[in-house]
C-alpha cells in the first residue's frame, strides 16, 4: 500500500525544485526589470521555509541527525558554492588582468582591506557589549572581505550593463575574487595574538583548574585556547602559516593547475578530442578538485581556485571559445548554485541569538545600528583614501563612492564564521571569558551582517535605477558595441542592447566580458533604440544607405560565417568547410546572397 516518505531529502529536492520553477517563470521580470537579483528572493524562501517558520528545511534534521553536525555542512556548502564560482569569476576576467592591474589589485587588497577591517573592528568594539580589542579584530575579519557571489551580481548584472563602466565593473569581480580568499591573514592574525598571549596576563575564568604563569598549556587536539608564547610566538605562526603556507602555497596551486588547465584545453582543441560538454563544464570540475586538493592540505582553497581560473585564461582563448559556442552551462551552474546557498543560509539564520540581552548583551536595535555603521564605515573611508591611486579603474568620486557601497557581506562571511568555530574552544568550554564572550557574540553578530547586507544591497540596485530614471540618467553607449548571434527569437534581451534590424543579431552595449570576435561599430547600426532615447540621429543618409557605397566584401561575409560557425576569426583567406571542396564558395555565395537580400529589404522598408 503506498505511503508518504516524508524523508529529509523528498522535501528539499521539492522546496528546490519549487523555488527554480516560480523564480524562472518571471525571471526576466525579477532580474531586468526589478533588479532583486537570486540572492535576495532565495534568502527570504529559506527563512519561509526554514525552522523558524514552516520547517521544511532544517539541516540539523539531515542524515543521521547528529548532534552539531550543521556546522560541518555549512562549511561545505559555502566552500563549494564560493570556490566554483571563483574559478567562474576568475576566467571571465579579460586576459592577462591580473598582471594588467597588478598595481590596482595590491591596493585593493593590502592598505584598502586593511582599512576595512580596523574599521569594521572598531564599529563592533564601539556597539557590541563585553568585546575586547582582539576580538572584535575576529569578528571584524570574518566581515572584511567583499562576497565574490552578490559582487558577481552587481558587477555582471542587468543594472551594470546599463550604468556601471566596464573598468569598474572588472575590478569590482576581481577584486571581491582575490579578497575573499585573502581574509585569512586578517583572521590568523587576530587569532593567534589571543592564542599565544602571554599566560600571566590572561585573565582565567574564575573556578578554572590551570591558570598562571605557572601554567604550562598542553596543546589540545585541535591546538585551541591559550597556548603562550607571547606576542613573537604568534608573529612567527603568522607568517608561517598564515602567509607561507596558506596565502603563498594556495597562488602556487592556484597557478600550476590553472596552467595545467591552460594547455591542457589548448591542447585538446587543437586535436579535438574535447566536446564542448566538457569543455564548458572544466572550470566547475577544475573547481571541485581543487576544493578537494587545497582541502587535504590544510590550505586557502578559494584564493587557489580564483587564481586557477584566472591563469586558466590568460591568454584570452578559454573565454573566447567559452562564448563563441554561446556557453550557458556556466551561468546555470551559478545560478543554481546560488538557489541552493542562499536558500540553505536563509534556513540556518541564528533568530533567537538576535536578542540575548542577558546573555551577550546583543540587542535588535543594537545590531541595528552596527548595520548601518559598518554600511558607512566599513569600506566607503578606504576606497576614497585610495581612489586616487588607481585611477584606471576609478576615474572620479562618483565612481569611488559606487565601488565603496557596494561591497556586500554575503555566503563568504558565513565561511569565515564556521571556519572560526574550528579555531576557538566550544561555548562553555572556554577557559577564558574573552572567549567565551567572543564564540557567543560572533555567530549572531556575523549572522546579522549578513542578512542586513543581503537586504539593504539587494534593495539598493532598484533604488538607484529609479534614482536614475527620475534624473534622466542615459544608459552607456558605446562605439564598438559587441554583436552575438541571436539563438532564439523568443529569447529575451538582455539590458542595453537591440536586434540588428539587418543580420538578426543582438548588439549589446557595455557588456561585461568580450571574446576576440569583431565589434561592430555604431555605422553599422541603421537604427539603434539606445541611441534615439539620448536624441542621437540613427537614421542612415542617402549616400549611406547606398549599396554601392556600402559594399558587401566576401571576406567580411565570410568572417561573419566563421563566427557564426564557432570558428577563429583570424585569417579569412584559411577558412574552408568539411563538406566538399566548392562547399567554402557555395557557403559564402549563399551568405552573400542571403546579406544582400536582407540589405535591399531593409532599404525598401525602412522610414525615409
Known amino acids: 500500500m503506498p505511503t508518504l516518505d516524508l524523508s529529509e531529502l523528498n522535501i528539499i529536492i521539492t522546496v528546490l525544485g519549487a523555488f527554480i520553477v516560480l523564480y524562472g517563470f518571471i525571471a526576466v521580470k525579477i532580474k531586468q526589470i526589478w533588479y532583486l537579483g537570486e540572492a535576495l528572493p532565495a534568502v527570504i524562501f529559506g527563512i519561509i521555509l526554514g525552522p523558524v517558520a514552516a520547517q521544511f528545511i532544517n539541516a540539523t534534521r539531515w542524515g543521521s541527525a547528529a548532534d552539531g553536525q550543521q556546522a560541518p555542512i555549512t562549511l561545505g556548502i559555502c566552500r563549494v558554492v564560493i570556490g566554483v564560482q571563483l574559478v567562474i569569476a576568475g576566467f571571465q576576467l579579460p586576459a592577462k588582468f591580473l598582471k594588467t592591474r597588478w598595481l590596482e589589485m595590491a591596493i585593493c587588497l593590502l592598505p584598502v582591506m586593511t582599512i576595512m577591517w580596523l574599521c569594521t573592528t572598531l564599529c563592533i568594539f564601539l556597539v557590541i557589549p563585553n568585546m575586547t580589542l582582539l576580538t572584535s579584530l575576529v569578528i571584524g575579519s570574518c566581515v572584511t572581505c567583499t562576497d565574490p557571489i552578490l559582487s558577481q551580481a552587481v558587477a555582471k548584472g542587468p543594472f551594470s550593463d546599463k550604468f556601471v563602466p566596464r573598468h569598474l565593473r572588472e575590478i569590482i569581480s576581481s577584486e571581491a575574487g582575490a579578497n575573499d580568499g585573502f581574509g585569512f591573514p586578517f583572521l590568523l592574525l587576530a587569532t593567534y595574538l589571543i592564542r599565544h598571549a602571554i599566560l600571566k596576563d590572561v585573565d582565567f575564568k574564575e573556578g578554572s583548574e590551570h591558570h598562571g604563569g605557572e601554567r604550562l598549556m598542553a596543546r589540545s587536539e585541535h591546538e585551541v585556547g591559550r597556548l603562550g608564547g607571547g606576542p613573537a610566538k604568534a608573529i612567527e605562526e603568522w607568517l608561517v602559516e598564515g602567509w607561507l603556507y596558506i596565502i603563498v602555497m594556495s597562488v602556487a596551486i592556484g597557478v600550476l593547475l590553472g596552467a595545467v588547465s591552460l594547455f ?38 578559494l584564493l587557489a581556485c580564483f587564481v586557477a581560473g584566472n591563469v586558466m585564461n590568460w591568454d584570452g582563448r578559454f573565454l573566447a571559445e567559452t562564448e563563441t559556442r554561446h556557453d550557458e552551462v556556466n551561468s546555470c551552474i551559478d545560478v543554481l548554485l546560488n538557489f541552493g546557498g542562499f536558500m540553505y543560509i536563509g534556513s540556518i539564520l541564528p533568530w533567537d541569538q538576535f536578542h540575548m540581552p542577558e546573555i551577550t548583551g546583543i540587542t535588535v536595535g543594537k545590531l541595528f545600528l552596527l548595520g548601518f555603521m559598518v554600511l558607512v564605515f566599513r569600506r566607503i573611508p578606504a576606497i576614497f583614501l585610495t581612489y586616487r591611486l588607481m585611477p584606471k579603474v576609478c576615474k572620479n568620486w562618483k565612481e569611488a563612492l559606487f565601488m565603496g557601497y557596494f561591497g556586500p557581506i554575503g555566503i563568504g562571511a558565513v565561511f569565515y564564521v564556521e571556519h572560526t568555530r574550528h579555531l576557538f574552544p566550544e ?16 555567530f549572531p553578530v556575523v549572522y546579522w551582517l549578513v542578512l542586513f547586507s543581503i537586504v539593504v544591497h539587494g534593495l539598493s540596485i532598484p533604488a538607484l535605477d529609479a534614482f536614475y530614471r527620475w534624473r534622466g540618467i542615459q544608459p552607456i553607449i558605446e562605439e564598438q558595441p559587441h554583436e552575438v548571434r541571436r539563438l532564439s527569437v523568443t529569447e529575451p534581451l538582455p539590458n542595453n542592447s537591440f536586434v540588428h534590424p539587418m543580420r538578426g543579431s543582438v548588439v549589446r552595449h557595455n557588456r561585461f566580458s568580450r571574446s576576440i570576435h569583431r565589434s561592430v561599430s555604431l555605422e553599422d547600426h541603421p537604427y539603434s533604440p539606445a541611441l534615439e532615447s539620448r536624441g542621437v540621429a540613427t537614421e542612415m543618409d542617402g549616400s549611406r544607405a547606398d549599396l554601392g557605397r556600402r559594399r558587401l ?7 561573419e560565417l566563421k563566427r557564426n560557425a564557432g570558428l577563429e576569426a583570424k585569417s579569412w583567406r584559411r577558412f574552408s568547410f568539411d563538406e566538399g571542396p566548392r562547399g567554402s564558395e557555395s557557403a559564402v555565395e549563399d551568405v552573400e546572397s542571403n546579406t544582400k537580400v536582407a540589405y535591399l529589404s531593409y532599404s525598401l522598408l525602412r522610414p525615409s
Request: net charge negative; charged share 25%; hydrophobic share 45%.
Open 553 to 559: 566584401s566576401r571576406g567580411a561575409d565570410v568572417f
Open 427 to 442: 561555548q562553555g568550554e572556554a577557559e577564558t571569558s574573552e572567549e567565551e564572550h567572543l564564540v557567543r557574540a560572533m
Open 264 to 301: 591542457a584545453t589548448r591542447f585538446a582543441l587543437r586535436k579535438r578530442w574535447i566536446d564542448s560538454e566538457s569543455l564548458l563544464l572544466w572550470p566547475t570540475a577544475l573547481g571541485l578538485f581543487i576544493l578537494g586538493v587545497c582541502g587535504l592540505l590544510g590550505t586557502d582553497d
